[in-house]
């Protein structure tokens, strides 16, 4: 069974600094996806970025860029610039991919606090 | 496009007693599932949906019941509910497999109270 780990609960991070959450996950499977996801004080969950296993290239969405290194098994969250409405809990997740659909597999989440 | 729509935004119910989550998506996305989000955990997945007429059981199944007649909706129903099941309920679709866009889009979640 595949599990995602999230080590940091907390950080918090000054406006226009820039920060990195952590994200390890366990597998035996080749082809997937990684995600991170944004869960504001209202409870939605955005969708920040999307990574495919077999693409060597990192993913970037603006502000936000991943370092993904699949023999480690690492997918950590780069925030630059980091805003107040970066606040937030961020969930990193692993989509294990079936023939008809897929499964989502969450961390437990990171408390991401921008202080002015 | 409203995406994933889920009602209702917030319920409290009394041990023992029945209701059924509503969750509609008008993207034609033919996959469908549940979560649940206590406090400190993530996600976890309790009923999915490859399209309709087909159902199978996720991580935390039990005390949960679903159907899909339709591809647009998958409501979630709580059998007799329990103050365990005391949570944030989150529906989600993405389109089929295969596409390269598998990629799950979340509906606002219900928050469900149960005295």
């Known amino acids: 069974a595949q599990t995602v780990t999230q080590s940091q609960p907390e950080m918090s991070v000054q406006e226009a600094e820039t920060v990195t959450l952590s994200c390890t996950y366990d597998?035996?499977?080749?082809?997937?996806?990684l995600f991170w996801y944004k869960q504001p004080p209202s409870r939605q969950m955005i969708l920040v970025i999307r990574q495919e296993a077999y693409k060597q290239q990192n993913a970037t969405e603006n502000r936000f860029s991943v370092n993904f290194q699949k023999a480690a098994k690492s997918f950590s969250l780069k925030i630059s610039d980091s805003q107040l409405g970066d606040t937030a809990m961020y969930f990193c997740?692993?989509?294990?991919?079936?023939?008809?659909?897929?499964?989502?597999?969450f961390g437990a989440g990171t408390i991401l606090r921008v202080k002015s | 496009n409203a995406g994933v729509t889920q009602t209702p935004k917030f319920q409290v119910l009394k041990t023992g007693q029945s209701m059924t989550l509503q969750c509609a998506q008008d993207?034609?996305?033919?996959?469908m599932s549940w979560y649940r989000q206590d406090p400190g955990m993530g996600l976890r997945l309790i009923h999915y949906?490859?399209?309709?007429?087909?159902?199978d059981q996720g991580e935390v199944p039990n005390g949960y019941n679903v159907s899909r007649s339709t591809t647009e909706d998958f409501p979630l129903r709580l059998l007799s509910a329990a103050p365990s099941q005391t949570s944030v309920y989150f529906c989600?679709?993405?389109?089929?497999?295969?596409?390269?866009?598998?990629?799950?889009?979340f509906g606002p979640g219900t928050r469900l109270l149960v005295l």
């Open positions: 997740a692993f989509m294990k991919l079936m023939e008809y659909g897929n499964k989502l597999v």
């Open positions: 989600a679709s993405s389109p089929r497999a295969g596409t390269g866009q598998e990629t799950q889009y």
């Open positions: 993207m034609n996305h033919e996959y």
């Open positions: 949906s490859v399209g309709a007429g087909i159902t």
């Open positions: 597998t035996s499977e080749n082809n997937y996806y």
